[in-house]
């Protein structure tokens, strides 16, 4: 019997259906195997190498600050490396290292490579106040007075505040050249600072000495002793001094001796004056002595002078005089009336 025609499409479709399941199930991707592996969760980052230090370059002046921290700290080994890095960085336009340096060599005595730095900074800066005081220092130590004391006045030229920093040493020199009126300029200049200080009638009364005019030192130092609460054994010293130049000779006998009292009792202050400041006070009581007509006092004095170190040849014609003379009329006893306390 003859299919219908709704019969035979039936047919026809379902063979077609099943091909087209089976066309869509071979395109189908398999199920994914399951890793074992845990998974990172994001990608690693790139590999890098360490960044390299950025390197600082340090100039003169960090290599000058450190010196001077180290010179404060007291290595003095340490400020010298500071400074000679900073004069290798800079070796022809900063002079501050070479002073510095300088200074260092001088603390340790070390005269001639303080004297070198000393002309490096003068020849970088001709108006350096303090390469002028360094290198006046150096010819100081080194028994140059004449050149110490030219150094000391082009210092004072560019920096007059520099000179009561550097002032012992300045006095000393232009006493070492015979300079009177520098050392009159001078104490002036220390009375400005210290008007009240008994050194300032010193240096102010031995000015005078040198000028020869020792009444006007008689003046002076009287005014200190009176106004110093403890006038130092240095001004009845060289009050001592004076009268001698005037021939007073009691009255230097009497000045003399108040100086040696307070040597005595431990006045150290003669040193400001002199190196050997017994010898000296002795000399001068003794030849006083001598004058006044005390010659068994001179001689004593003096030969006590020659027993701690005085050169006796100094004292052969005096001694002779002391131990032949003859005791005159005693005169009356001058200023100064006050004695030290």
């Known amino acids: 019997m003859p299919m219908s025609r709704s019969s035979l499409v039936a047919r026809t479709i379902v063979p077609v259906f099943l091909i087209l399941l089976v066309i869509l199930a071979g395109c189908a991707s398999p199920e994914p195997t399951v890793s074992v592996l845990r998974l990172p969760t994001r990608l690693p980052p790139t590999p890098t190498s360490p960044p390299t230090p950025t390197v600082v370059a340090i100039g003169a002046w960090d290599y000058y600050k450190e010196?001077?921290?180290?010179?404060?700290?007291?290595?003095?080994?340490?400020?010298?490396?500071?400074?000679?890095?900073?004069?290798?960085?800079?070796?022809?336009?900063?002079?501050?290292?070479?002073?510095?340096?300088?200074?260092?060599?001088?603390?340790?005595?070390?005269?001639?490579?303080?004297?070198?730095?000393?002309?490096?900074?003068?020849?970088?800066?001709?108006?350096?106040?303090?390469?002028?005081?360094?290198?006046?220092e150096v010819w100081r130590r080194l028994g140059r007075p004449q050149q110490a004391l030219e150094d000391f006045d082009r210092m004072a030229e560019l920096d007059p505040d520099r000179v009561v920093d550097n002032f012992s040493a300045y006095w000393e020199v232009a006493r070492a050249s015979d300079k009177a009126v520098r050392l009159l300029t001078l104490s002036k200049t220390y009375g400005d600072v210290y008007p009240q200080d008994p050194l300032y009638y010193y240096y102010r009364g031995w000015a005078f000495i040198q000028l020869d005019s020792p009444a006007s030192a008689i003046k002076t130092l009287g005014e200190g002793i009176e106004t110093s609460p403890e006038p130092p054994a240095l001004l009845w010293f060289v009050l001592g001094k004076a009268y001698a130049e005037t021939e007073m000779w009691q009255s230097s006998v009497t000045s003399f001796e108040a100086a040696r009292l307070l040597v005595q009792a431990g006045d150290a202050s003669l040193t400001?004056?002199?190196?050997?400041?017994?010898?000296d006070l002795f000399d001068g009581l003794g030849r006083a002595y001598l004058r006044a007509g005390r010659c068994a006092d001179a001689e004593t004095m003096l030969e006590y002078a020659i027993s701690i170190g005085a050169p006796a040849s100094t004292y052969t014609s005096t001694l002779e005089e002391a131990r032949i003379c003859l005791t005159p009329a005693p005169e009356p006893t001058p200023y100064p009336t006050t004695t030290p306390g």
Request: hydrophobic share 40%.
């Open 67 to 136: 010196g001077l921290g180290r010179w404060e700290r007291g290595n003095a080994d340490g400020a010298i490396e500071s400074f000679s890095r900073a004069i290798l960085q800079s070796p022809d336009t900063f002079a501050s290292p070479y002073v510095a340096r300088g200074r260092v060599y001088l603390s340790r005595d070390e005269l001639r490579p303080a004297l070198s730095d000393a002309q490096a900074a003068i020849d970088i800066d001709p108006d350096s106040a303090a390469a002028f005081a360094l290198r006046g």
């Open 272 to 279: 400001i004056h002199t190196d050997q400041p017994v010898i």
